[in-house]
């Protein structure tokens, strides 16, 4: 009978201490207010010694803060402490990004022989949604549950000249040291839309200056080649034999300086990279880990391709510290970008949404040290 007891009381006590361990809460407050006078709500979804903040202000990715392996809370989110720089200064930090994610060239999109002209803001070119894209907006939220956080909007017919009404639910839920986020979205009219988070990490920390050393993998054997003002116009370049090459880990500093026309154009690497998965597969595409933390990031999507983007035009006043060039890179999965332009691209994936279908796709990172 004690031995029989003794058991009940071990299991109990195990189950009670991963309990209390994995306790997560979310916890609501004032972040600030617009320009216009519009409230920003921060939402911290905290997980033992972890948390991640959020804001509905462009669904943005304020803070996620994951323990080194020394125990040192470590925070690998750039981004800001205040409203007014999220409204002013560039880069889309932590933002989450729509209607079209990355770029359409010259802002021509087609639509069962209709053209649409979209505002063009990058070197003639449609970028992130336009002239005020989802980054600029208040999001409707909800609290799901202890763990999940969901924004919403609906962006209406002709919103920066998009067909449609397009109405869009996005969850963030922090689990077991893992953000993941879904993507939801329907429409009233075919349209197009390529949602994605514009996160910037740093797993060295946000206030450290530099991602050169995080050493990344990604699987992925091409890279789609760009035009100068960095649209992908069509074809596939092997990443073999060239500094996009990442099958086997490296420093992300490794190769950025190498003599390449199409790292040159984009002054350091921002370009799409075709993942290996089979097309809607959600799987493992990346791993990046900091040898200064011992913090690894591993990444999940079922999108078919990712865009590796080394911060090359970072430049303004942090949290903590000035972000200069390269302080923080960005994964931002998505279909690949002009794929409304260029067909083999949009075989892999099309970003035209019917009225009456469903646009639905998850990215998540893991947090180990």
Request: aromatic share 12%; with cysteine.
């Amino acid at each position: 009978m004690w031995n029989f007891r003794k058991n009940i009381y071990i299991s109990w006590a195990a189950w009670y201490n991963e309990t209390i361990k994995e306790e997560i809460m979310i916890t609501t407050s004032k972040f600030g207010y617009t320009k216009d006078g519009r409230e920003v709500l921060a939402f911290t979804i905290t997980e033992g010694d972890s948390f991640v903040t959020l804001l509905n202000y462009g669904g943005i990715v304020q803070s996620l803060v994951v323990p080194a392996s020394n125990g040192e809370p470590v925070d690998v989110i750039l981004g800001y402490n205040d409203v007014a720089s999220y409204e002013d200064n560039g880069g889309y930090l932590g933002a989450l990004i729509g209607r079209f994610g990355n770029r359409i060239g010259e802002g021509k999109l087609t639509i069962d022989g209709v053209r649409y002209d979209l505002f063009n803001n990058d070197r003639g070119n449609h970028l992130h949604g336009g002239k005020a894209g989802f980054n600029k907006k208040i999001w409707a939220h909800e609290i799901v549950d202890d763990a999940t956080v969901a924004l919403s909007i609906v962006s209406p017919d002709g919103e920066e000249n998009y067909p449609g009404t397009l109405t869009v639910r996005v969850e963030y839920t922090f689990r077991h040291g893992t953000l993941k986020i879904h993507y939801h979205a329907t429409t009233d009219k075919k349209t197009a839309v390529n949602l994605t988070n514009h996160a910037y990490f740093n797993l060295n920390g946000e206030g450290d200056g530099s991602i050169l050393d995080n050493v990344l993998w990604i699987d992925c054997d091409e890279i789609t080649p760009t035009n100068p003002t960095m649209i992908p116009v069509g074809g596939f370049r092997k990443v073999a034999g060239t500094p996009f090459d990442f099958r086997s880990p490296k420093a992300i500093g490794q190769d950025i300086g190498a003599d390449d026309v199409d790292l040159k154009q984009g002054n350091g690497y921002d370009h799409c990279h075709v993942l290996k998965k089979q097309k809607g597969k959600y799987a493992k595409y990346a791993i990046v880990t900091s040898l200064k933390t011992g913090i690894t990031m591993t990444c999940y999507t079922d999108m078919p391709a990712v865009q590796f983007y080394s911060g090359n035009g970072l430049a303004q006043e942090g949290k903590t510290v000035y972000y200069g060039k390269r302080a923080g890179f960005c994964l931002e999965t998505q279909a690949i970008p002009n794929n409304v332009n260029v067909p083999e691209y949009a075989a892999l994936g099309s970003s035209l949404l019917d009225a009456g279908e469903e646009y639905d796709f998850t990215a998540a990172y893991e947090f180990r040290s």
